[in-house]
């Protein structure tokens, strides 16, 4: 029996960090796919992040990438075959317009909320910007108390857009909610999943920082084999290679306690695009 589509339910503090285990544990299965998916995403952004207007291209095109992922796991939680071009499968979608609608929503409440939180600090975040390097950040003369508060603040901001985010792009993808109402819905959802998300919070940060230990490490390799220059673009390509693991392993945890706050038995199937032809699941 279906559970509706707007009902959502409380569940476990553990299930945050176990459906970013069992994240890693797919990923593990199909660990080949994968990988070529990271290399996919890694070189969009290293590409884009050339271009003039790279960093706002790579912001729109991050919930369509992101939605992808969450197709590709559902298609193997189904036996579907995966392919890596099922990363671009929302290019095509209905429901891509919805997306980019949510992203300006979002980055319109963050605009406005940094507006409001940081206008009284203005003359910090002004001495802020004149300052080029952590060492004339930690030498210069700023009010440490204010300067925490702008820290904090900002914290709060992006812990707000991380709620109206976290459930609304699988609601909008599967379940084809409008954009406005599914940020509204993520928001009060991840309120009420509050220890869930805070143990998927944690592991995550601890994966994070294990792993750059070891990245850091592994860093060390081409400085030493390679000329500045080679050592450069390597450290480049390894630090897109990085980042978009860690994207692949974040959006997969998300898609499997999104699956557990709306329940809906094993008949929920990733939506296919307008052209059929160039999604195959």
């Known amino acids: 029996m279906q559970t509706p589509s707007g009902s959502s339910q409380i569940v476990a503090t553990r299930t945050g960090w176990q459906c970013l285990m069992r994240a890693g544990d797919l990923i593990g299965q199909q660990v080949q796919v994968y990988v070529l998916v990271m290399l996919l995403w890694a070189g969009i952004t290293l590409v884009l992040g050339q271009l003039p207007a790279g960093n706002l291209l790579i912001w729109l095109l991050l919930p369509m990438l992101q939605g992808g992922v969450m197709i590709m796991f559902d298609a193997q939680l189904h036996h579907s075959r995966l392919r ?53 950040i930690l030498t210069a003369d700023l009010p440490l108390q204010q300067l925490y508060l702008v820290v904090v603040l900002m914290l709060l901001v992006f812990t707000l857009a991380s709620l109206l985010w976290f459930f609304a792009l699988p609601r909008i993808v599967f379940d084809y909610l409008p954009a406005g109402v599914a940020l509204r819905e993520s928001f009060s959802v991840c309120l009420q999943n509050w220890r869930a998300l805070l143990t998927f919070s944690l592991a995550y940060m601890v994966i994070v920082f294990a792993s750059m230990i070891i990245f850091g490490l592994v860093n060390v390799i081409p400085a030493v084999l390679l000329s500045a220059s080679g050592a450069e673009i390597v450290t480049l390509l390894l630090t897109s290679f990085y980042v978009a693991a860690l994207q692949l392993l974040s959006v997969g945890g998300v898609y499997l306690l999104w699956r557990q706050v709306f329940p809906r038995g094993e008949d929920r199937h990733a939506p296919e695009p307008q052209d059929k032809g160039r999604f195959i699941a």
Do not use: G, Y
Request: zero cysteines.
């Open 84 to 136: 890596p071009q099922q990363l671009f499968a929302l290019f095509d979608h209905a429901q891509r317009n919805q997306l980019l609608l949510a992203m300006l929503w979002l980055f319109l409440i963050m605009f406005a909320a940094l507006i409001m939180v940081l206008s009284p600090f203005a003359d910090v975040l002004r001495s802020l910007s004149e300052l080029s390097t952590v060492e004339d």
